[in-house]
């Protein structure tokens, strides 16, 4: 599989309901030093993330304009948008994202994400 291909895969993976409620797949998914900076500016770590994941509502999410380009040997940044909708409030939200995603072991996992909330 294109290195391309599978991490857009993973990255529609981690946007899963169900791979967001389950500790053992985002363990799996999210490196042990992952740093995910919010739309606040606030910096997150792993477990500080899987807690908000797992406590989470229910979002169904749309990826656009997916790109990725190798930025070191077997790191590999992805740029997209994203429309993400509250399905209890109906509130849509848009924003640009930002992942780093590292082949660690033979597995890939997210080393670093961020999101930028988008005005439309």
Do not use: C
Not at 20 to 38: P, Q, T, Y
Not at 75 to 103: C, D, G, H, M, Q
Request: net charge negative; glycine share 4%.
């Amino acid at each position: 599989m294109v290195v391309s291909t599978l991490i857009k895969a993973l990255e529609v993976e981690l946007l899963q309901p169900g791979v967001r409620k389950s500790s053992k797949r985002l363990n799996e998914l999210i490196a042990d030093n992952f740093l995910e900076i919010g739309a606040s500016g606030k910096q997150y770590y792993k477990k500080d993330t899987i807690e908000a994941l797992m406590e989470e509502d229910e979002l169904k999410f749309s990826i656009n304009n997916f790109h990725t380009v190798e930025i070191a040997p077997y790191t590999v940044l992805a740029t997209y948008e994203v429309e993400k909708e509250n399905l209890e409030s109906n509130k849509i939200l848009f924003s640009t994202r930002t992942s780093i995603w590292k082949n660690i072991d033979g597995n890939w996992q997210i080393i670093f994400h961020q999101g930028t909330t988008l005005d439309k």
